[in-house]
């Protein structure tokens, strides 16, 4: 039904349509089987890698915050909070491996700031 809409965008929110209303009236053991299929998918991989990115980042500005808590204490609030806005995973890699060598709270301050500028300029 989809395919015979000529224009992308009808196509698209057709089939977004159809997947929310759908998932109003499916019970479960139908949405475990749908789930099946939908693993074979390509937007299935799109989302779970991007998910897996995310959790990946996530776990990884948490081990950052931890560090800088246990260093650091609370003179460390506003660092942290920070912390949340750097996203990508090398950078996130990268500042950790630095923040270990860390003397001051000063140093790791500069860090973070150079962090975040390489992301935004990246």
Do not use: P
């Not at 990884?60 to 750097?86: C, M, N, P, W």
Request: aromatic residues 8%.
């Amino acid at each position: 039904m989809a395919n015979q809409l000529g224009d992308e965008e009808q196509r698209f929110r057709l089939t977004a349509t159809v997947i929310a209303i759908a998932d109003k009236f499916l019970d479960d053991s139908y949405v475990d089987k749908m789930m099946e299929v939908f693993k074979m998918t390509r937007i299935f991989r799109k989302v779970y890698e991007e998910a897996e990115a995310e959790g990946i980042a996530k776990g990884k500005q948490e081990a950052i915050q931890q560090y800088l808590e246990s260093q650091f204490g609370r003179e460390s609030t506003d660092l942290r909070d920070k912390v949340e806005q750097i996203l990508d995973i090398g950078i996130l890699n990268s500042l950790l491996a630095k923040l270990y060598r860390a003397k001051t709270i000063d140093e790791a301050e500069r860090l973070i700031h150079q962090a975040l500028q390489f992301q935004n300029v990246g």
